[in-house]
């Protein structure tokens, strides 16, 4: 398929595509051998394509999947304190995925990870107002009165959050289970609000990313995402 230059070779990650348009302006970029202009497309794999002497690589094939992350393992692809990763769960697709989003190290649940930068900043764009949805295992004071505050507006860290949809799921004597949904993506935002309305939070669980929800998938396995699903966030 056709694509504008600037693309593609941002695509391949040589660059950032207004980098791409400056080398295309200075008659540094050849498509078949001949030397490319400013708004000219190309097929990344029919096209020959040259950057500055060098053959540009075929194009990597865009994978979209889900995790099941499990408690215990970080988002960050490499960790500096040498904590495990969710990229050696999907070490045997052979593919450098990037987590879609955060999800610290206790909690658990429902991870997009993807190769495709463009459609990964689409789901994460504060604009899309993707909602997430987290079972949330707390203790504390009462339950169902906290419930309802977590509906309102709260100040966290500065920044003044939405009010979260919440449904009781279960209760217990001295805890029970919440299921929250917010709209944002703020560092350990469901953990802070909780602990806001004094409850402790002993488990998170997010299973559902706006349409996709993370079903019977087992602890630590991935699937990949339907095309409804890949299209969902669009």
């Known amino acids: ?4 230059l600037q693309k593609i070779i941002a695509s391949a990650g040589m660059m950032s595509r207004r980098a791409a348009e400056e080398l295309i302006a200075a008659g540094k970029v050849r498509v078949n051998g001949v030397t490319a202009v400013l708004g000219e497309k190309a097929d990344p794999v029919r096209d020959r394509i040259t950057v500055d002497g060098k053959s540009l690589a075929p194009p990597e094939e865009k994978v979209y999947i889900m995790l099941n992350k499990p408690r215990g393992y970080v988002t960050t692809l490499h960790d500096e304190k040498g904590r495990r990763s969710v990229s050696e769960l999907v070490s045997s697709l052979g593919l450098r995925l990037y987590p879609v989003g955060r999800l610290d190290m206790d909690s658990e649940g429902l991870l997009l990870m993807t190769n495709d930068g463009s459609w990964a900043n689409r789901v994460m764009h504060p604009s899309g107002e ?12 009462d339950i169902a009165a906290a419930a ?3 509906k309102k507006s709260m100040l966290i860290d500065g920044y003044r959050t939405r009010g979260a949809q919440v449904e009781i799921e279960r209760l217990d004597e001295g805890g029970g289970v919440l ?15 909780c602990e806001q309305v004094g409850l402790r939070v002993t488990r998170l669980c997010r299973i559902r990313e706006g349409k996709v929800k993370l079903g019977d998938l087992r602890n630590g396995q991935w699937r990949a995402l339907s095309r409804a699903e890949i299209e969902s966030f669009r």
């Not at 398929?1 to 504008?4: A, G, N, P, V, Y």
């Not at 299921?179 to 609000?193: A, D, H, S, Y």
């Open 1 to 4: 398929m056709e694509e504008r």
């Open 130 to 141: 993707v909602e997430k949805c987290y079972r949330t295992t707390v203790t504390g004071g």
């Open 148 to 150: 309802g505050e977590l």
């Open 179 to 193: 299921l929250i949904t917010i709209r944002e993506g703020r560092n350990r935002q469901v953990r802070k609000m």
